[in-house]
């Protein structure tokens, strides 16, 4: 895998021609980024800078069917490096001869930004209002994966790009790179060895499930780096060590505190809820965090945080001319100028931004000369205008104060004392209402009463009995009313059930008839005052389940079918075999319990499947296809009853000790004979199936066979052994 460039060293792929860029922090040395498993080198060429990806774990045709699979998704914003070219001796064979080290290299753009990763290592820190654009970036892009049926496969923060940080006008905000384990509805899974990482459930993750607890802990990363003692309290390169996972742990405490503090109770719950997930399956849907996100007003406006600095592995030079830019732009050409002259220092030569640059100087010099040789001029232009303005504003706000005084004439006492039609010179007026003005309002801040700390629990069965939550926290005994509130549902009117307190309010729902599908975050509302970030989720089925059973070993139950895509079973639309068959369902599918009423049955509806057209199907399933437990056994062989035959036992030993008596009973013996093994004795059976054979010395041991009438042996009678003075009997069963 190891590829050593030299600086500016010129690769032709596609007839294009590429060369290799000088690394920004390290003179002398070739721009190469050292992985786990692969290098990314950059590289320029007319139209701009591109990633090269050298790795060595798929080393065959399945890397670019892949990559000719997840080619479409590079139309979404924040994947633009799904748009990638796999290098091969078929198509580039020149370069492939005479690089051998970069057949089945990845071409695709280069994503400018940090990592998240970076300013996690560095602490650098976020504003709110970028610590919650981030989240919702992320958040967004994730639940378009989700809605596809795909998942990135190994979510950490050394994979999330930040390109919003460093250019305001980027077409996303978040960008996600090492797309190789992405896979999903109509995106095959390569063969990678399973990713070690601390954003990773302890329980490795099934199906589609994959990237909730990743994607969870990060966006609950970006969420609390704006908090100084989130920021000081990290692990390392990530928040939470991977000891720290699912154990409530100090970090588990800072991070919650700082959650509730800053967004509000909702997101605080939204990561005890992933604490308390068994699997990765467990976890909140990437959608639901969609809906418990706060809004932008409560990022409250502060003191902006200094952005962070470019990253080392970041285009310098590309920075200092968005920063010339941006200075450009806010009315500071001086700044500017030195800016642009400090980037074109640091310009290769060859690079196809020298041109731009040195025009841009040109301009602006000319700018400065310009506006130097009319400042004189301007500033006595301006002085009358700025004159006029004055005044004009004076008498309109003069103009304004009498208007209201007169408008709230009839609202106060008269004074008695003076004559109505004369004012005194000396009377104190009330200060002037102030004009209104254009500066948007900021929005309401609800002043509670009351403080909430804790909900038990956040999400709720609707079907269960009887359906009601907890309320913690201080000043309860003031609520009288209590709604949950949801877009496009009704309100729903809560009960304070008896034995409440001051710090803990118990709310009983009634019987509900909402048409409610999958689970909805509803808000709460406590004194007809929505409790910001305080949120239970309704649902509308038992539990989730990741479908075991449907395995090809269980055919013989007639419950199992197969096709291309291996094993599956058809849902029933009622709880009987007899029943009509509906949509096909195969292992590692989620569904939702919607119920367990009938014996051995599950309502079910499916969550997700790699046919997506099948989500949100229903019908009826025997519940060891769902749990693998319980399965029916195998049918017992049937086994062919043994043929009749002769069985022999030695009644005495009361015959002649050179003789041998053998009595046969249960079927006719007639035409039968017996012989002694070996010697030529034997003897016809009578009428009544007995034969007698003498001639043995005394007490010999000897082996007898018995024939039928076709001289046949007779199953049973074949080598039995015996000796003299013997009476051996035989029955025929």
């Known amino acids: ?103 089945y290299a990845i071409l695709m753009p280069w994503v400018y930004g940090p990592p998240w990763q ?96 990743n994607g969870a802990l990060l966006i609950l990363e970006l969420l609390g780096w704006c908090d100084e003692e989130v920021r000081n309290a990290a692990a390392g390169d990530s928040f939470f060590a991977h000891d720290d996972l699912l154990r409530t742990s100090e970090r588990y405490h800072i991070l919650r505190e700082a959650l509730a503090r800053r967004w509000g109770l909702g997101v605080a719950q939204m990561l005890e809820r992933l604490w308390q997930s068994s699997t990765p399956m467990n976890c909140p849907q990437l959608k639901e965090w969609q809906a418990i996100l706060p809004s932008p007003a409560m990022a ?22 968005a920063d010339a830019t941006t200075l450009h732009e806010q009315g500071q050409p001086a700044q500017a100028l030195a800016t642009y002259r400090s980037a074109l220092d640091q310009l290769p030569a060859h690079d196809p931004r020298v041109g731009q640059v040195m025009q841009t100087i040109d301009t602006l010099e000319r700018e400065l000369a310009d506006l130097k040789a ?87 069965y609707i079907r269960s009995t009887p359906l009601e ?10 609520v009288r009313t209590a709604t949950l509130r949801a877009a496009g549902y009704e309100p729903i009117a809560l009960t304070i059930v008896d034995g409440s307190s001051d710090n803990e309010l118990r ?112 019908g009826y399933i025997e519940r060891w296809l769902i749990d693998n437990t319980d399965v029916p056994p195998p049918p017992t062989p049937t086994i062919p009853p043994e043929p009749p035959r002769l069985r022999f036992v030695k009644l005495s030993e009361s015959e002649d000790t050179r003789c041998v008596l053998i009595q046969i009973r249960g079927i006719n013996t007639n035409g039968w004979v017996v012989s002694i093994d070996g010697l030529r004795l034997r003897s016809a059976f009578d009428a009544a199936g007995n034969a007698r054979i003498c001639g043995l010395r005394a007490r010999q041991e000897v082996t007898f066979t018995v024939r039928d009438e076709q001289g046949a042996p007779v199953r049973g009678g074949v080598g039995v052994p015996t000796r003299g003075s013997d009476v051996m009997f035989a029955e025929w069963r």
């Open 1 to 103: 895998m190891s590829f050593q460039p030299a600086i500016d060293e010129q690769l032709i792929i596609d007839g294009i021609s590429y060369q290799v860029c000088a690394h920004p922090a390290l003179p002398g040395r070739p721009f190469i980024q050292e992985g786990q498993y692969s290098q990314v080198v950059q590289l320029r060429t007319a139209g701009g800078f591109v990633a090269l990806k050298i790795q060595d774990q798929i080393r065959d045709q399945t890397l670019s069917t892949h990559a000719t699979q997840i080619q479409p998704l590079s139309a979404i914003p924040g994947l633009q490096v799904a748009r990638r070219m796999i290098i091969t001796t078929a198509n580039q064979p020149a370069l492939t001869t005479t690089r051998p080290e970069l057949e």
């Open 118 to 213: 970076e300013l996690i290592h560095h602490r650098r820190p976020l504003s709110a209002a970028q610590s919650l654009s981030l989240a919702r970036a992320l958040t967004d892009l994730l639940v378009t994966l989700e809605q596809r049926g795909l998942v990135h496969g190994d979510l950490q923060a050394a994979h999330v790009m930040l390109p919003g940080l460093i250019d305001p006008g980027a077409a996303a905000p978040i960008a996600l790179v090492d797309l190789e384990t992405m896979h999903g509805v109509g995106v095959l899974r390569l063969p990678l060895p399973q990713p070690v990482s601390p954003y990773h459930h302890p329980v490795p993750a099934q199906g589609l499930a994959g990237d909730r607890f």
């Open 300 to 321: 409250a406006v502060e003191a902006p945080v200094p952005p962070p600095s470019p990253p080392s592995l970041v285009d310098p030079v590309g920075q200092l001319i």
């Open 374 to 460: 009319t400042t004189p001029s301007t500033n006595l232009n301006w002085s009358v205008p700025v004159g006029i303005g004055v005044v004009i504003i004076v008498l309109l706000a003069v103009l304004a104060t009498i208007g209201l005084n007169r408008s709230s004439t009839p609202t106060m006492e008269p004074t008695p004392a003076l004559p109505t039609a004369v004012v005194a010179p000396t009377e104190t007026v009330a200060p002037p209402t102030p004009l209104p003005t254009a500066t948007p309002q900021p929005s309401p801040v609800y002043v509670l009463s009351f403080q909430i700390d804790r909900i038990v629990p956040t999400d709720l």
């Open 469 to 478: 939550f907890t309320v913690q926290g201080v000043g309860l005994a003031g």
């Open 507 to 618: 709310l009983r729902l009634p019987d509900l008839t909402l048409p409610l599908a999958g689970a909805i975050p509803f808000t709460l509302e406590l004194n007809d005052t929505p409790v910001p970030g305080a949120a239970v989720t309704l649902r509308d089925y038992i539990s989730v389940r990741t479908v075991a059973g449907v395995r090809a070993e269980y055919r013989y139950t007639g419950r199992i079918e197969e096709d291309g895509q291996g094993p599956f079973a058809r849902l029933y639309t009622e709880p009987a075999t007899t029943s009509a068959l509906s949509d096909p369902i195969r292992n590692g599918d989620e569904v939702e319990i919607l119920s367990d009423q009938s014996a051995g049955w599950y309502w079910i509806r499916i969550r997700t499947s790699n046919d997506q057209s099948l989500s949100g199907r229903s």
